[in-house]
């Protein structure tokens, strides 16, 4: 007997509408917990080199544990594990945020203390030397260059995030996995199925690419 | 004569090393003051002490009137001080982000609140004093290093400076740009700024100086008037400096 595999077009094309209800979420997710995330890489980045131990201890600890840590177990804590803390339950869209925001926070830290680290010290000199205050010198002067030179290491961290949202079926997120594996339970069509899916997040992040790509280019003439 | 810097006893410690001892310095209003040495012999230093870009461990060190505390004490006196010193850097530092008129009005907006006409009209005129008047919205790594270094000196003088710092402003030139960067120092001397110039360019000093230092690990052991310094120097260790870098 033999064994033929027909790749059904039909059955990838019907659940497409039903899959793309993921979409949205997945893009929450994502999103909603990058830009909290950047916002605690900004943060916990410019307190892991501040001068002061006590602001750049916390900080390392933070980035060390959400960095050493996966990401699903994370996620698990947060959904499973803080409610018995917090005295009530914690919605999966919200944990799913919160752990994208965290992860990622700690990576990005480490994006923002390289970038801001990679200029050189004349630079803070120099704006020192012209009367600037340490603030100012630092909002003027090193922040815009290196956040130039972050927009590499941020686009890489957005597309590790996007992918990592795919986890978060196990808490039951209505995000591009879990949707596909509702679908499946019915239909059976596995292949087609996940190979729609693979689609849908690559759509997503050659989009990102293609931004960040653009982004980049008008950004770098100057430096 | 007003007294524009005015150090007594300083001490500068890197870690175990002494880099400079015990160091007595005047400087006189409208004096330009040449300090030359071996490299490593911590004349950078010395001016670098001026603003507050090094911090030193004893002795007293007073800027137009501000006096700066030991180990970075005095912020107040400080931030009066690098307002109204102006500094210009071996390596330039430019900001590589902003346009040549937007580098010389960056501090009179921030830190002198000028409006934005005001700061620019500074800003062009100071570059047409410097000689690139028509290369006001290039990016800095659009001009070679001899226009660079101008513009470094423009945007420090736009902070209307009562002292200028020149930190071997023209050993990372090449040698036929040197001659551009001079040319507006000698200018600027002329003009009666008061400066203190580490460099290289024994010509230099020869010409514009009103008075040589010379030091050695760390420590002032000659000063005078450039003839006598050049021609006549005391100290063998001086001798022996100016032998080796006059003989090529």
Known sequence: MEFQFQFDWQAAIDSIPYLAKGIPYTLLISFGGLLIGFVLGIIFGLLSINKNRLLRWPATAYIEIFRGTPILVQVLFIFYGLPDLIGGPIDPLTAGIAAIALNSGAY????????????????????????????????????????????????????????????????GVGELVRQGQVYIANTFTAFEVYFVVAIMYLAITLSLSLILRLLERRGVASV | MTQIVKMKGMNKYFGKLHVLQNIDLTVEQGEVVVIIGASGSGKSTLIRCVNGLEEFESGSVEVDSHPLAPKGGNQKALAEIRKEVGMVFQQFNLFPHLTVRKNIMLAPMKVKD?????????????????????????????????????????????????????????????????????????????????????????????????????????QIVEEGKPHDVFDNPQNERTQSFLSRVLAH
């Not at chain 2, 513009?151 to 930190?167: G, H, S, T």
């Not at chain 2, 001659?179 to 008061?194: F, H, P, Q, S, Y």
């Open chain 1, 108 to 171: 990005i830290s480490e994006v923002v203390r390289g970038g801001v680290q990679s200029i050189d010290k004349g630079q803070t000199e120099a704006g020192l030397s012209l009367g600037l205050s340490r603030t100012q010198t630092f909002w003027s002067i090193i922040w815009p260059q290196a956040f130039r030179r972050m927009i590499p290491p941020l686009g890489n961290q957005a597309i590790v995030s996007i992918k990592d949202t795919s986890l978060f079926s196990v808490i």
């Open chain 2, 114 to 218: 000028a409006s934005q006409v005001v700061a620019n009209a500074t800003a062009e005129r100071l570059l047409n004093r410097v000689g690139i008047g028509n290369q006001a919205d290039k990016y800095p790594s659009q001009l070679s290093g001899g226009q660079q270094q101008r513009v470094a000196i423009a945007r420090a003088l736009a902070m209307e400076p009562r002292l200028m710092l020149f930190d071997e402003p023209t050993s990372a030139l090449d040698p036929e740009m040197i001659g551009e960067v001079l040319d507006v120092m000698r200018e600027l001397a002329k003009e009666g700024m008061t400066m203190m110039v580490v460099t290289h360019e024994m010509g230099f000093a020869r010409e514009v100086a009103d008075r040589v230092i010379y030091i050695h690990e760390g």
